[in-house]
């Protein structure tokens, strides 16, 4: 009978087989072009965040619940949004390994997100507008 170290292991592995064998290749939404790389990356960071939650049937976890996106931009909703943001993104998202997240919200209700962490063992940092 495995131990709980045994366990422990085995979901740290499935991340990190999950993180390198993901497709780091995929379609641009908007043009049908082929993107790689960190530009698929943010495709689908953008995807994570503005697909609702419980919309896709066979991912009922999928995406950003939605009035996260469309409570005023308080300070007590922007760390809810910081905290939902980075478990949704965790979960998701296994390519990027998350250290650093920012989120700007201007007069006119535009969001802007900026990430910093690891790409596949690469230090970057980018921005994603909502």
């Known amino acids: 009978m495995p131990d709980k170290s045994d366990e422990m292991r085995t ?13 780091t290749r995929g379609m641009c939404a908007e043009t049908g072009q082929v993107l790689t ?7 689908s960071l953008r995807n ?5 939650h419980r ?6 976890d999928y995406g950003l619940d939605d009035g996260y996106l469309d ?4 300070r007590y ?5 910081y905290s939902r943001l980075a478990a949704v993104i965790s979960r998701w998202e ?6 650093r997240l ?10 802007d997100f900026r990430f910093e962490g690891h790409y596949l063992g690469k230090s970057v940092q980018f921005g994603v507008a909502s």
Do not use: C, Y
């Open 94 to 99: 296994p390519r990027l390994d998350l250290t």
């Open 37 to 43: 790389g960190l530009e698929h990356l943010k495709q």
């Open 102 to 111: 920012s989120v700007d919200v201007s007069e006119n209700g535009q969001i």
């Open 71 to 74: 409570q005023p931009g308080n």
């Open 77 to 81: 909703q922007v760390m809810k949004l």
């Open 11 to 23: 979901k740290k592995f499935s991340r990190v087989a999950r993180a390198e064998f993901k497709q």
């Open 48 to 52: 994570i965040i503005l697909t609702p």
């Open 55 to 60: 919309q896709r049937v066979m991912l009922r």
